[in-house]
């Protein structure tokens, strides 16, 4: 069975730590990587408060001489749990096993940089969903792998990044920066690229055909672009207000959309730009204007009716006290059909300075799509002498395409080791499907 490989307790440990891959996206399919079981309550023997990391929880069972352990954020939220387990894991089989995990893995996301708790962080994280053989999911169905790349070559937040073909990330700007690094899927290593002509700092960047264009972003109002078979940078198209916090989605070959963002004050703003006569629509103004928001082209299901169009999710009004959770959880989708705008249901939690991307293959109506989530981001709670406190998340929360909500668990949906804000998210669009091998 491709699902499952018994091995004896004895050598349970060292398939933990034996596990190698190399550099590169391709290098380290982490289909079939080994698993622990799962047991029940009953054989609870510890349950351990604030273990950070699954190696540590390893370790602690090792040291209890345990049968097995299990390491999650419990309800979701922290500090994480590590269960220690009596028993072996044999589920009836009469000896124990370790899952493989998924024979799928769909397609990943590549996240860089960013602002951690304690600073700038360098770190390339790559999240993967898996797959059973009917698409299903079940338990531990992802990996959130962080040995596949190098980090950037120096820590960084606010910059932006996109897809410059199949095998490379073209990485840019951030706080007071200009330069642009490309991220070599293949070999895992970082090269540069062009400087941009204008510093930008929370902006965004996208790739339009062979080109890839920078939009606003603090000290910029002007567009420009990469041309990739000339390696230059050409600015062009001046916005009609100035503005960084923005969300930028392409919506077909020739438009961008631009929603959202801040100059002295939050925007409600949305507009359209057409590259081929370089000229600026305005569109019906988002109900709820903020920053630091993020944005997606997606399919959602409304009222029994699939409609193609821009989700938005979280973000700031530059107004809202600690705490506040307005807009930091509403969410908002901009149908490309009628260009109105509806409200959909909330996310779980409030964020902003996240990312969305697609990630999680969800089945509707005998189709198979990527469905949107929202990656990380900043939240506020108040201290104890009532003073704004920010912290950063890592939590991926699912849109259900046909319950037409989020989902609030973790089960099954790989997270980022590291919490961040600030950072860019980057899908890849596999050209194959990746199968595990044991």
Sequence with gaps: DVHKMRIYYSHLFPLFFSVAFGKGLYSGVPCHRQMHCILENSDLMEAVQGVE??????????????GAYNWWTENATEPFLCKIFTSECNFGWGEPFVFLGPPYCGNPTVVIGGLGEDGPISEVETLWPGFGHDYSYGYHDGYTVDDLFDPFPYAMYGHSATLLNSSMIIVCGGYDQNICQGLDLVSGTWVEFPHMNNVRTDFGLVTLGK?????????SVDLEIFDSLSGTW???????????GHCTVVV???HILIIGGASKD??????????LTGTWTSLPPIPSGRRGHACIKTVVDLQQNSE???MVTGGQDMHSSAGDLWPGRVVEFLSLDTMTWKQLNDTPYSQWDH???HLVSNMHDG?????????GGEYEVQDEDGFPETHQRNFVQTYTFNASKWNNWFCCIPQLKIKRSHFSAVHIELEVELVGKI
């Design 53 to 66: 990391t699954e190696m540590e929880c390893q370790n602690i069972c090792r040291d209890l001489q345990c």
């Design 211 to 219: 080109h890839v264009v920078a939009v606003g972003g603090s000290n």
């Design 234 to 244: 050409i600015q062009t198209w001046p916005m009609p207000e100035p503005r960084s």
């Design 252 to 254: 077909d070959a020739y």
């Design 266 to 275: 939050t925007m409600n703003m949305t507009t359209m730009l057409d590259t």
């Design 308 to 310: 193609v169009g821009v």
């Design 355 to 357: 990312e969305m991307t």
């Design 367 to 375: 189709f198979r799509f990527d469905a949107p989530v929202i990656i």
